[in-house]
């Protein structure tokens, strides 16, 4: 890499968005360290939604995270170059594509992306009955199963060691319907290395969000 490349990428500005609310900031800042531990060029920024404690988990705190969404990005676009929404379902991602003056990066769609340079038989898991609405939409049938684990609900199953269990055995039961490949469809999931996690069990490829919009956002700054 060059010198004026490395120079243009320390220059540029990323905005992350998490939509869990929370007053820690080692906490809230877990996501863009993963980032940042990868990227070390990138100068980055966490913000997260008021009053969405549990996260988005369901069709009622999607809707209540939007209309959030919308308004924080039309005003971090004033002093970031890009805006990264940590979350899998991609929240709010094409209105603010359509709104924005910046580019504006999805975890989900670049989770996806990602997983499809490994195999196109993905399987995936996350919080929800159903994978993100953005699964469907970039792999279509290439999603070959989706398992929710059993007792994980929100974003803080995920650290309890029933939860961590559980996400073992929902990528095991992903390898054995033929996924090549397990995509987290939970950016909560991230924060639990999922690969280390599953690594006595199996071999899969498993595909973290958070790492995968970090590398997504330093393709557009060398493009």
Known sequence: MNAELLKQQAQAKVALIRVVTSQDKDFLDIHQNIIIANHPELAMTTYCLPEQYDGIHDEQTLALAVPKLLALGLELQKSYDILLISCASDPAVKQLRQLLSIPVVGA???CCEQALTFSHSVGAIGIEPRA???????LHD????YRQPKGVNCTHDIHSEAG????????LAC?????KVVALACTGMATTDVAALVAPYTSIPVVNPVLAAGLAVRKLLNS
């Open 132 to 138: 993100p609405a953005i699964f469907y939409e970039v």
């Open 142 to 145: 290439r999603l070959r199963t």
């Open 164 to 171: 961590k269990a559980a996400i073992i055995e929902a990528v």
């Open 108 to 110: 989900g769609q670049s």
């Open 175 to 179: 390898e054995k319907d033929g996924a």
